[in-house]
């Protein structure tokens, strides 16, 4: 079977299980040939155990209209702010610190990105995951061990 010609291929990101055709989204998949109502129930229905958590989702259209969309894991920067415990991150991270994660939360989102980051080891990865956590005013106890 020939392939499928691919007319485009567009990132997202969206809360799991919980995805409407409001925008930003519906306009997102309508401008490349994309029914929103159709993409979302499927959406929700492979993310409903991510329950609000927002996700990233790669979409592929193809010529026929039809499409195919792979879910990745939450960004660093979700995560970071779940295992922390807050809302949102510091103003002036340097100055203010909004929270605190320790290297065993550190090492459990290393290795749920393992599959999207680059790096040769788990360590390497948790030190990446350092640098965003600094980034948004999280402090990583025990950081000096990386």
């Not at 055709?21 to 109502?37: E, F, S």
């Not at 600094?134 to 990583?140: A, H, L, P, Q």
């Amino acid at each position: 079977m020939a392939k499928k010609e691919i007319t485009s291929q567009f990132k997202i990101q969206a809360p799991g299980g919980q995805a409407t055709p409001a925008p930003p989204i519906g306009p997102a998949l309508g401008q490349h040939g994309v029914n929103p109502g159709q993409f979302i129930q499927q959406f929700n229905d492979r993310t409903r155990q991510l329950n609000g958590k927002v996700v990233g989702c790669v979409i592929t259209v193809y010529k026929d209209r039809s499409f195919e969309f792979e879910i990745k894991s939450p960004p660093a920067a979700v995560l970071l702010l779940d295992a922390a415990g807050v809302e949102k991150g510091a103003g002036v991270p340097n100055k203010d610190k909004v929270g605190s994660v320790t290297l065993d939360q550190l090492r459990s989102i290393a290795e749920e990105k393992t599959k999207e980051l680059t790096g040769h080891s788990v360590e390497a990865m948790m030190r990446t995951i350092a640098g965003t956590a600094r980034s948004m005013g999280i402090t990583v106890e025990g950081a000096e061990a990386l």
